[in-house]
């Protein structure tokens, strides 16, 4: 209680302030990702240059991309513009892969069904493979939103707030109560997020 009444007001905050960092970074990804991940079923031969790039984000480690955004101008910066472009871009890896994987394994005897009852392809797609492959396409969401929320904690390093600096300011001074303080918010804002998604998840799965 002690820590609470000291720290309650500042986690909430800072919550609220991740919270906000994952939830814009997911909605750029999920406008950009998306529509990669269908271009990419249609010219296959962008699959592996976009597919490749997205895999190349994921292997380059935050502190390190961090470092590289922060001189770029427009995008880079102290603050949460960085961390905003940084968790976009570890997002889309999931969500294109999962979009071309989700559409690409729609049956091929449905596509021709909807074509025979003389549906263009712009139709094809919206009423056909992605409500078919939404399932899939949520799947790389709630993948890239767990993945964001863990993310997050490192973007207070360049000052864009969050639950890291609980983190940051622990290790510093190496008080596991105020590590704590960081860790467990987002721990539950991650399951909590990985729960709702579930749940919107398997209820698009039951009415396939």
């Given at each position: 209680?002690?820590?609470?009444?000291?720290?309650?007001?500042?986690?909430?905050?800072?919550?609220?302030?991740h919270?906000?960092?994952?939830?814009?970074?997911?909605?750029?990804?999920?406008?950009?990702?998306?529509?990669?991940?269908?271009?990419?079923?249609?010219?296959?031969?962008?699959?592996?240059?976009?597919?490749?790039?997205?895999?190349?984000?994921?292997?380059i480690?935050?502190?390190?991309?961090?470092?590289?955004?922060?001189?770029?101008?427009?995008?880079?910066?102290?603050?949460?513009?960085t961390?905003?472009?940084?968790?976009?871009?570890?997002?889309?890896?999931?969500?294109?892969?999962n979009?071309?994987?989700?559409?690409?394994?729609?049956?091929?005897?449905?596509r021709?069904?909807?074509?025979?009852?003389?549906?263009?392809?712009?139709?094809?797609l919206?009423?056909?493979?992605?409500?078919?492959?939404?399932?899939?396409?949520?799947?790389?969401?709630r993948?890239?939103?767990?993945?964001?929320?863990?993310?997050?904690?490192?973007?207070?390093?360049?000052?864009?707030?969050?639950?890291g600096?609980?983190?940051?300011?622990?290790?510093?001074?190496?008080?596991?109560q105020?590590?704590?303080?960081?860790?467990?918010?987002a721990?539950i804002?991650?399951?909590?997020?990985?729960?709702?998604?579930?749940?919107?998840?398997?209820?698009?799965?039951?009415?396939?």
């Open positions: 209680m002690e820590f609470w009444t000291r720290y309650g007001e500042e986690i909430l905050q800072r919550s609220g302030e919270l906000f960092l994952v939830a814009v970074a997911m909605a750029i990804a999920i406008l950009i990702g998306i529509p990669l991940g269908i271009l990419i079923t249609r010219y296959s031969r962008l699959a592996k240059p976009i597919l490749g790039f997205a895999n190349v984000m994921q292997t480690p935050s502190l390190a991309l961090f470092g590289i955004l922060l001189p770029i101008p427009i995008i880079g910066g102290i603050g949460e513009k961390a905003i472009v940084a968790l976009v871009l570890y997002s889309l890896l999931p969500i294109i892969r979009t071309f994987v989700g559409i690409n394994s729609v049956d091929p005897a449905v021709e069904a909807g074509r025979a009852m003389g549906m263009s392809d712009r139709q094809l919206l009423q056909v493979e992605i409500p078919l492959a939404m399932s899939v396409i949520l799947s790389g969401i993948l890239a939103t767990v993945i964001g929320i863990g993310l997050a904690t490192i973007a207070s390093a360049i000052g864009a707030g969050g639950l600096e609980f983190i940051f300011r622990g290790v510093a001074i190496v008080d596991n105020l590590i704590i303080a960081g860790a467990i918010p721990a804002m991650a399951l909590g997020a990985d729960w709702i998604l579930g749940w919107i998840e398997r209820r698009l799965t039951v009415k396939k």
